[in-house]
């Protein structure tokens, strides 16, 4: 008998059965086959959250929430963040591999193409009312741009799938800064080719009458970066959307604005938007410890702090920390750093988060540095989002080639009632 199998007795019967395990895991279907009788549907497992489910297999992302390790493609975020750029990073996450030069040269050159967007999308963004969350927009122009690209359905063909994700990765940012400039009342500042990814959105983010915008080195690299660390980060609520929106065979851009729109909420992409105003709102380092004992007491959440994954420090919060450092030597130090940084201390020696095994998770510090870069709270989840696109793409990449894939279609343990009797309206 292999030992690498587990055996399981149904007490209900008897019976034992011998399933394989293969790379720590069990396939849930092997359950199917213990049943009562041959009318039992048989075992199915009941994950709500998914919180013990592999629902694929990924070659894109490693993370040991234990240790706080985080990797792209085998290479640690420590690395990537300190020796690489986020255009060489999304390479690495779509392709698999580091680029060489030429490719790198090829790669940035078709990005860089792509940034424009139709004057239609302008119009269409035109329409939205002037409060309108960046984040809503964000979603249904991404949304809308699979009407443009009817090329978009071929997702079966490698070179046309390639270019809308040359195409996503290129416009989120113009999305991204249009609906910061209409949200404003601020014409549209239209991509500059010459500026990097980075020094490219600072321009249509902030370009006032100057002819030709100059971002500043340090927080262009430090945006760079920030992109980096939220490039991927396997299989989370947004990306688990776009496999799963995905796998009805949907085109990338719907796909896409699932995965945004499941990026949007507070305990995920939206949480770094929420921690500044938890920042705000407790104002003064004197106020942490009762707002601790409140959070203790259930009243609400530490915005920034716990994650399914990590139980351990988030190795990018670590990294965010330092960057916030760097930022703040050309912006001013932010009020919150110290507001942050002693809720951290307090928290990490409370018995509390010590036993429910919380840290500060990466929206924790990004905010803050968001915040003294000018960017307004709102765009917070909206720069999430830029920096994860070329994650969500590789994901549903990798699922469209994987040969296991099938329509993501979940069970369910029915509790409802059983059959009742339809009962005429006179008789309720
Ligand atoms: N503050 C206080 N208590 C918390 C926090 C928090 N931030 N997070 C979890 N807990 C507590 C819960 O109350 C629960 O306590 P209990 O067992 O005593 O009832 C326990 O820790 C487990 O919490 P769950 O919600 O079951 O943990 P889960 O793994 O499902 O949640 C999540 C992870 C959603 C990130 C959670 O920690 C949270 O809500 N954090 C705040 C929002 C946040 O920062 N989100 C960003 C996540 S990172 C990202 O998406 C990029």
Redesign the pocket.
Known sequence: MSTETLTITDNRTGKQYEIPITQGAIRAMDLRQIKTGPKDFGIMSYDP?F?NTASCRSAITFIDGEQGILRYRGYPIEQLAEQSTFLEVAHLILQGELPSAPQLRDFVNHITHHTFIHENITRFIDGFHHDAHPMGILVSTIAALSTFYPDAKRIFDAPARALQSHRLIAKTPTLAAFAYRHSIGRAYAYPDNDLSYTGNFLNMMFKQTELQYRPNPVLERALDVLFIL?AD?EQ???ASAMRGVGSSLADPYSAMAAATAA?YG???????E??VRMLREIGHVRNIPGYIKQ??A?E???????????KNY?PRARIIKRIADQVFEVTGKSPLIDIAVELERIALEDE??IS???YP????YSGIIYEAMGFPLDMFPVL?AIGRTPGWLAQWQEMLVDTETAIARPRQVYIGSGQRDYTPMAER
Request: proline share 2%.
């Open positions: 959250a919180a939220h980060h989370n609520c947004s990026l507070p305990r995920h992409g939206g949480a770094n929420v921690s959070v203790k259930g609400f959440r530490l915005q920034g702090f716990g994650h399914r994954i990590y988030d509390y988060f429910h095994r919380l998770n990466v929206d924790f999430f």
